[in-house]
């Protein structure tokens, strides 16, 4: 087994260039600086999914406004016609301008109903622009005491 005789060796120690030439440079140990760019980054990244938001809510509540423009084109063209619905499923016979009303109305029932479900579909993805927009109109009101 080898014995250490407890002297002490020198050994001559070589400084490398590269180290020689960070003498007298202060190394930074705050961390934020190494993350700043990250911190950038994320932030950027939020802001383009805050944008994105932003623009599908708006997108949403136009699309919405356009079904509900449709909806009611719709309702104006079949006109009120659960009156002469109800006349013919009591068995009334109807004639003249009353029979034309009621085959308007039957023939657009089928737009009506595509209208409605386009309204609900359209009124369901616009859902999340009303909490943006309460968050938006809340911030932006003055605060009532």
Known sequence: MARSN???TDHPVLESPAIADLEGTEVSTDLSESFAPMAETQAADTQTADTQTIDDC???LKALLSTVE???KVRLEVGDIKPFL???LD???MLG???EQ???GVGGLSRLIRAYSDHQTALTKAQPARDLLDQVLNHSSPKQN
Do not use: D, S
């Open 102 to 104: 009621l085959k308007t």
């Open 6 to 8: 407890g002297g002490k």
């Open 58 to 60: 708006l997108n949403a």
């Open 70 to 72: 449709k909806l009611q």
């Open 97 to 99: 301008e009353e029979l």
């Open 86 to 88: 109800i006349r013919m």
């Open 91 to 93: 068995g009334e016979v």
